[in-house]
């Protein structure tokens, strides 16, 4: 199993709501992300979790909450959003070390309103 | 920390090789090069990396140059469907964990 899975694929949220996205993988990946990507830019970094714990945070809001539960699973929570927060959020995970490529999921679709 | 420069779009003929060019001029000597691609609406996809030798998979080769300063990915036989965004990417950071994206290239394979 080489999938990366993120649920939902599309999530339409009101700036009031509380809403969370999923991502899972059951390749042993210690090493799972969070990009951002708007509309014809590149993905950007959010965090960085490796072996459960958060080691990198790209200075993102705090209305982002990410959560690692366990090695398979990686959680964003949302909370107060802003239209512009609208997005494409895409999980990742890979193996630990420098030789290691990136495996990502398909994404989910936000929009904010 | 490495940073990479590639140009923001190519075109080329279906069934004919692409060529990619890379900058990444500030690499270190420990520092992999990867690349991935995006297909509109998806997620970006894994390619090929490597260090100082050349790689081949079933996907693509890179080449790179003896100083490491740039690297080609070269799909070899393009096809419509590889008509995506190419990105080269040198991750940053101790344990190079920082899979940055910069623009890209924008392939357009043309039948």
């Known amino acids: 199993d080489t999938e990366v899975t993120q649920t939902p694929k599309h999530l339409v949220m009101g700036m009031t709501n509380k809403k969370s996205l999923k991502c899972e993988q059951h390749?042993?990946?210690?090493?799972m992300y969070w990009y951002k990507q708007k509309a014809k830019k590149p993905p950007e970094l959010m965090f960085v979790?490796?072996?459960?714990?958060?080691?990198i945070n790209e200075s993102v809001p705090s209305r982002f909450s990410p959560e690692c539960p366990n090695s398979s699973l990686l959680n964003l929570h949302l909370h107060a959003l802003q239209p512009e927060d609208s997005a494409l959020y895409l999980c990742a995970s890979s193996r630990q070390g420098l030789r290691t490529e990136a495996f990502f999921g398909q994404g989910t679709r936000l929009t904010v309103v | 920390d490495a940073k990479t420069t590639q140009p923001p779009s190519m075109d080329c003929a279906e069934g004919r090789a692409a060529n990619l060019p890379c900058n990444h001029s500030t690499i270190s000597g420990n520092e992999y090069v990867y690349w991935y691609r995006q297909i509109h609406s998806q997620g970006p996809q894994y390619i090929i990396h490597g260090l100082k030798n050349n790689e081949t998979n079933e996907m693509a080769s890179l080449i790179i140059t003896e100083d490491r300063k740039s690297s080609t990915l070269i799909l070899p036989h393009a096809t419509l469907r590889d008509t995506a965004v190419y990105y080269c990417?040198?991750?940053?950071?101790?344990?190079?964990?920082?899979?940055?994206f910069g623009a890209g290239t924008r392939l357009f394979v043309k039948a």
């Open positions: 990417i040198v991750p940053l950071g101790a344990g190079g964990f920082k899979t940055i």
């Open positions: 390749m042993g990946h210690r090493a």
């Open positions: 979790y490796s072996y459960e714990k958060l080691s």
